[in-house]
């Protein structure tokens, strides 16, 4: 099964790796984890923060930003997926917590870690959400995912025919990224570390916000 290809709702970290992947970005960040957890001789632990964000984010909230200021975001399915998101302070105190447990015998030693919020959000409700507390228009409406999936598989087609620097601003891994739940369990990294999201949902936005109206 291809990661991205189904739903993923609460899953934990006995979850096999995927047998492959629609994007380089995931499959790099499997072989990395992997490489480095197998190092036994040595203190490891690898965290999987979901969707980082808050101020200072120079990846997930332009994107979104940008085209919202375009009047270019539009919603992609029926909008009823659910994800973990990150607030980016939780993500980094989650590190040191981690960091801290590495001691000699510890169960976090050649492990990984699943940590988020406290709770999934609806997806292009928080896009929403984030977007127009930053002053740009809502979302648009829905366009159906064959469409976005077909416009996604032309744009890579020609961005690789072309041999184009960087990747193209729509791709299939973003699609299925858009339009399907990706939640997980965060109970381990609370059991072995004592994570837990210290930063509100509400309160990360409320930053993130008046970071960027300084």
Same mark, same amino acid.
């Given at each position: 099964m291809a990661i991205g290809a189904q739903d993923i709702a609460g899953v934990n970290e006995t979850t096999p790796y995927a047998q492959r992947y629609l994007h380089p970005y995931p499959a790099t960040k499997a072989l990395a984890e992997r490489f480095v957890l197998a190092r036994t #001789? &040595? +203190?490891t632990t690898a965290i999987r923060p979901h969707l980082v964000w808050g101020p200072g984010d120079p990846h997930f909230m332009p994107r979104f930003v940008a085209r919202a200021r375009a009047g270019r975001l539009f919603q992609v399915g029926v909008g009823t997926n659910m =994800?973990? =998101?990150t607030y980016v302070e939780n993500a980094a105190e989650a590190h040191l917590l #981690? +960091?801290?447990a590495l001691s000699e015998g510890s169960p976090v030693r050649g492990? $990984?870690?699943f940590i988020g919020q406290e709770r999934p959000v609806n997806l292009w409700?928080? &896009?929403n959400e984030l977007v127009t507390r930053l002053g740009c228009p809502p =979302?648009? $409406? +829905? *366009? $159906?995912v064959g469409v976005a999936m077909a416009a996604a598989t032309v744009i890579e087609t020609v961005h690789g025919?072309?041999?184009? +620097?960087g990747e193209p601003f729509l791709n299939r891994f973003l699609i299925t990224q858009l339009v399907r739940s990706h939640w997980f369990d965060h109970s381990a990294a609370q059991r072995d570390f004592g994570y837990g999201p210290r930063i509100s949902? !509400? !309160?990360? *936005?409320r930053r993130t916000v008046d970071a960027k109206n300084r």
């Open positions: #001789a &040595i +203190a =994800v973990d =998101v #981690a +960091a801290d492990r $990984p870690y409700r928080f &896009i =979302v648009g $409406p +829905a *366009l $159906p025919g072309l041999h184009l +620097a949902l !509400e !309160e990360g *936005l």
